[in-house]
């Protein structure tokens, strides 16, 4: 049984093209991470959001933006993508203390032409 | 800003070699210390973790870990290695007050051989 689902598993877009990625989570859980995970390196925290706070990591480009309309769902919209931002894009989501467990999605690979 | 760190990037084992994957934070305060692993074409999942208590935490698949706050260390352990334990093995840390998000060290690549 899916708890966080995340599609398309695979997407690729032309160089400056918008493209969304979007993750659903089953969990009911507060909190939802999106994570940058270039190949052979640590995932990297884009943004989170805490119920409807948003929290953007300080060195995240402007390029990244994201929404959550509803418990249930947070979309990662790239406006503008650039050849370096071919990654895996991680969903992943926990209760509201630091010290609980995330899940995490089978994530999103980004292939910028 | 909390950092993590992992000595090694790659390991190669036969099976039933025992494990031994070092990871250590830099961070003053009370950190909460995971281990995750990545399967080849699965996604991240939780092996274990440790947030108070007995230092020394059992997970999934025969795995444990100790948390030694002088060394600032949680190394991950296994005994006997399976073919299957085959896959990345990223250490991560969240602080316990503010940040809830996890800062990963840069993974170890492991491998067992048959």
């Known amino acids: 049984d899916a708890m966080v689902i995340q599609n398309p598993r695979y997407q690729v877009t032309q160089f400056g093209k918008p493209v969304t990625l979007s993750c659903s989570q089953t969990?009911?859980?507060?909190?939802m991470y999106w994570y940058q995970q270039k190949s052979s390196q640590a995932p990297k925290l884009l943004f989170h959001?805490?119920?409807?706070?948003?929290?953007n990591e300080a060195d995240t480009p402007d390029n990244f933006q994201s929404r959550r309309p509803n418990t249930s769902f947070c979309f990662l919209d790239i406006r503008s993508p650039g050849l370096g931002d071919a990654a895996m894009y991680l969903c992943a989501t926990s209760r509201d203390r630091a010290q609980e467990t995330q899940y995490f999605g089978p994530g999103t690979r980004l292939l910028v032409l | 800003a909390q950092s993590v760190s992992q000595h090694n990037h790659h390991v190669i084992l036969s099976e039933a070699a025992s494990l031994e994957l070092g990871c250590n934070y830099s961070?003053?305060?009370?950190?909460?210390l995971f281990w995750y692993v990545q399967y080849p074409g699965q996604h991240l999942q939780l092996l274990l973790k440790?947030?108070?208590?007995?230092?020394l935490v059992k997970g999934i698949k025969g795995f444990e870990a100790e948390f030694i706050k002088s060394k600032f260390s949680f190394n991950l352990r296994k005994p006997s290695v399976q073919w299957s334990d085959t896959a990345e093995y990223f250490c991560a840390v969240t602080l316990d007050t503010g940040r809830r998000a996890l800062t990963f060290g840069s993974g170890t690549r492991l491998q067992v051989q048959p």
């Open positions: 440790y947030f108070s208590g007995d230092p």
């Open positions: 959001y805490y119920d409807k706070d948003f929290n």
């Open positions: 961070y003053g305060g009370t950190v909460n």
């Open positions: 969990l009911n859980h507060n909190v």
